[in-house]
């Protein structure tokens, strides 16, 4: 641990700023190399299918209204509370973020993510019970959010549950807030949503979106910097401190991690193209293994409701 909070001595930021734009530059060349935007066509075609077309428009709407739902909850709650690390001290410490300083956290991004997808594909839905065919650009940014929200609810569901949730059992008020509906939709819901469109549409993914995902990643880095230094004054984790020694290291396995998680589901995926049970049957293991609703030990004092605007704090 000592190693991993060591800050370099002049608190230097070039080095992460140049592994952030390296990376980033790599891989937006390499989208254009492969011709991902044609792709990207091809793959929102098939997350709209021309059959079950009412029920699926229904199911969209059902995980369009949850995800919305929690991004109000959350944004309506009055008793935030967050372990931060401090810009300034260079220390973790407890905030209580309110309103839009809820948005900070990855979560909370991944959340946004499933909500431009599933409204981008209700829209494609539409057009297609109404006997239309969705536009290119419609198709483009179905299959866009899609991608980026699938490596990224894994990542999430995955961290909350084997690192997240195993770590914060000394602080109670923490832990029993991992369990809230707000985030019960963050680290659980989207996930099992996203698994739901595999399942439903067997859509067809292709390797090369893991780009998306470093790109996401580096983006989030990007957003943490200023935010820190010019906005909240603080990081939502510790570790995407641009001034730690091996901050660069750090940015790296953010983004490939996201590409990692994208590239099991596209695994997956391409068993469910070739055995549908045997590869349905995986990624609902998959899926069930990184989900958890409820703690695994007893909290004491039960389980307390957030304040909104509606009750006060």
Known sequence: MEAFDQYHANDDIIRSITTLFVLGALALF????????SMLESTGESLTPDTW???????????FCVCVSALVYMLRMKNGYM????????????VHPVGIANLVTFSSW??????????FAMFASVQMW????????????????????L???????????????????????????????????MHNFCTLFLVAEILFTTPQLEFSYMLFGILTGLSYALFAFPFAMFGGGYYVYSFIDPRLQQ?????????????????????VSAMISLNYALGAIVLMVWSSSIVQFAPLIRIRGGRSEPKTEATGR
């Open 30 to 37: 390499l989208l254009f190399v492969f011709d991902i935007p």
């Open 53 to 63: 077309v009412l029920p699926i428009l229904i199911w969209r709407l059902i995980c």
């Open 83 to 94: 372990v931060v690390r401090s810009h300034a001290q260079k220390l973790d410490e407890v």
């Open 110 to 119: 991944t959340l946004v993510l499933s909500i431009f997808y599933f409204l």
């Open 130 to 149: 109404r006997d239309s065919t969705p536009s290119t650009l419609l198709d483009v940014l179905v299959s866009g959010f899609f991608v980026v929200a």
């Open 151 to 185: 490596g990224a609810s894994f990542l999430t569901s995955t961290v909350v549950r084997f690192v997240i949730l195993p770590g914060n059992h000394e602080d109670e008020e923490h832990h029993r807030r991992q369990f809230w509906f707000h985030n019960q939709v």
């Open 247 to 267: 901050a660069p290291l750090f940015i790296s396995v953010l983004a490939f991690a996201i590409s990692f998680a994208y590239i099991g589901v596209w695994i």
